[in-house]
């Protein structure tokens, strides 16, 4: 099973999409990312837990 998450199921205009084994290691993409291209996302713990609901297992 692998967890992913993309931009555009966040709404964003961005072609990025994550993948990972573990919530854990994704989330820690999702950060690196929001950081280097969503700078306008605050990272509230309300705004980690609306990017986990959107992860999806395939
Ligand atoms: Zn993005």
């Not at 290691?25 to 950060?31: G, P, R, S």
């Amino acid at each position: 099973m692998t967890k992913s998450i993309s931009c555009k199921d966040a709404g964003k205009d961005c072609g990025w999409v994550g993948s990972a084994l573990t919530e854990k290691e994704l989330m820690e993409k999702v950060m690196k990312h929001v950081k280097a291209e969503h700078k306008e996302i605050e990272l509230t713990s309300a705004n980690i837990d609306s990017i986990k609901s959107l992860i999806r297992e395939t």
